[in-house]
Antibody, heavy 122, light 110 residues
Framework: QLQLQESGSGLVKPSQTLSLTCTVS??????????WTWIRQPPGKGLEWLGY???????YYKPSLKSRVTISVDRSKNQFSLKLNSVTAADTAVYYC??????????????WGQGTVVIVSS | SSELTQDPAVSVALGQTVRITCQGD??????ASWYQQKPGQAPVLVVY???NRPSGIPDRFSGSSSGNTASLTITGAQAEDEADYYC?????????????FGGGTILTVL
């Protein structure tokens, strides 16, 4: 059974870089057709898609965050990672990694990690 | 980017049927996916595409779509269905890939 687990820094200072890793177990990150996705949820608010990466390394980012976000995949470790630079308090959120798939008609995220809290504060 | 609009809160009597809606221009071109989120937990996919349920999701959950509106219907709501529900879809308003979520609907089972 596929499982995803986020890890990384839970406290980041303003203007610094947030770094998180998602470890995939139970299947290979190289499985065909899936996207490996980061989604966040600020306290008391809704979900926000940040971007995803395919096994090929192709990436797609939320346009409003594109200048600050980098998502990469490490197939040898069965992991994918998120870097968000120049963080502010507005980046405080629960960050989820998820597996997704695009059918041509819907973008769907079927397996989610448990989420990790990231607080931006000095 | 375009937006997806959901009613902030909906209530349903135990055992009755409730429809949660999601409106947006992108839904004229793409199907929505629906997620259930309980307090302190990660979202769980409940319905996706035209009307598909992942393994393990009860068949009281169903999806439909018409025009710019997607709907999640729970037929015979149970106490354990009380949760926040989110829709998402591909955004079709630009020439770049973007994915949008609705603001979420809090479902109360009375």
């Amino acid at each position: 059974q596929l499982q995803l687990q986020e890890s990384g820094s839970g406290l980041v200072k303003p203007s610094q870089t947030l770094s998180l890793t998602c470890t995939v177990s139970g299947d290979s990150i190289s499985s065909s057709g899936y996207s490996w996705t980061w989604i966040r949820q600020p306290p008391g608010k809704g979900l926000e898609w940040l971007g995803y990466v395919y096994r090929s390394g192709s990436t797609y980012y939320k346009p409003s965050l594109k200048s600050r976000v980098t998502i990469s995949v490490d197939r040898s470790k069965n992991q994918f990672s998120l870097k968000l630079n120049s963080v502010t308090a507005a980046d405080t959120a629960v960050y989820y990694c998820a597996r997704g798939f695009w059918s041509g008609f819907h973008d769907t995220f079927d397996i989610w990690g448990q989420g990790t809290v990231v607080i931006v504060s000095s | 980017s375009s937006e997806l609009t959901q009613d902030p809160a909906v209530s349903v009597a135990l055992g009755q049927t409730v429809r949660i809606t999601c409106q947006g221009d992108s839904l004229r071109n793409y199907y929505a996916s629906w997620y259930q989120q309980k307090p302190g937990q990660a979202p769980v996919l409940v319905v996706y595409g035209k009307n598909n349920r992942p393994s393990g999701i009860p068949d009281r959950f169903s999806g439909s779509s018409s025009g710019n509106t997607a709907s999640l219907t729970i037929t015979g709501a149970q106490a354990e269905d009380e949760a926040d529900y989110y829709c998402n879809s591909r955004d079709s308003s630009g020439d770049h890939v973007d994915v949008v979520f609705g603001g979420g609907t809090i479902l109360t089972v009375l």
